[in-house]
């Protein structure tokens, strides 16, 4: 099993351009969740969905929108890119018993830099 | 969700016995305790989970006093690889969603 994979795995923007980061796993998880990590700032969660064709929004979810067509992956897209979006995005899926505290897996991570 | 706080960063030597504390005075009843563990450029990972008294698995143990205002993430003589930031986390067992509030972590720095 690969687990978690993101793609891609390093991104340079220009300010006002779009991109989609495509996060999928393979443990046929219910969960799944798009995190940012900055530094000094530790993981603020962006968005995550309970099941194919649901999503919510997290704690700072302005800026993006998400998707959940297949179950196996989360996508996360920033329509017109700011510099405060820099950062390392981070997806994790869990199994999904509606249980908090259930262990999330983690993919590796994608460094977007916004110019 | 209950806050916790960690010390920012601390040192250690390969083989040494490590003792990292969070607090977490506003624990509710229903609050479950876990760390994470995130080596640089890798998500992180989990390690540990508890409720109350020790816990033990083949990479950590968890102490948890009987009033679970704190609780301590026990290393086992660790080696230069387990330098890395370790995140305590306390939220409910239960319930519609499983968000996960991240502090700022511990980063240990195992030297040779």
């Known amino acids: 099993n690969a687990g978690v994979t993101q793609t891609p795995k390093f991104r340079v923007l220009k300010t006002g351009q779009s991109m989609t980061l495509l996060c999928a796993q393979d443990m046929n998880h219910e969960y799944m969740y798009w995190y940012r990590q900055d530094p000094g700032m530790g993981l603020r969660l962006i968005h995550y969905s309970v099941g194919e064709g649901t999503t919510a929004k997290g704690e700072v979810p302005d800026g993006y929108n998400v998707s959940r067509l297949k179950k196996q992956n989360f996508l996360l897209g920033l329509e017109s890119a700011a510099p405060s979006q820099t950062s390392v995005y981070f997806c994790?899926?869990?199994?999904?018993?509606?249980?908090?505290?259930?262990?999330?897996?983690f993919g590796p991570g994608t460094r977007l830099l916004v110019l | 969700l209950a806050k916790t706080t960690q010390p920012i960063s601390m040192d250690s030597y390969e083989g040494q016995e490590v003792n990292i504390t969070c607090s977490h005075n506003?624990?509710?009843?229903?609050?479950?305790i876990t760390w994470y563990q995130q080596f640089p450029s890798q998500g992180p990972r989990f390690i540990i989970q508890g409720y109350k008294t020790k816990v033990t698995n083949e990479v950590a143990s968890l102490f948890i006093p009987a009033d679970r205002k704190s609780s301590t993430l026990s290393l086992p003589r660790v080696s230069l690889s387990d330098t890395a930031v370790y995140y305590c986390?306390?939220?409910?067992?239960?319930?519609?969603?499983?968000?996960?509030?991240f502090g700022t972590g511990t980063l240990l720095a195992v030297q040779p």
């Open positions: 986390l306390v939220g409910p067992y239960g319930g519609a969603t499983n968000k996960l509030i």
């Open positions: 506003n624990i509710a009843t229903n609050d479950y």
């Open positions: 994790a899926s869990s199994y999904g018993s509606g249980q908090y505290q259930e262990t999330q897996y």
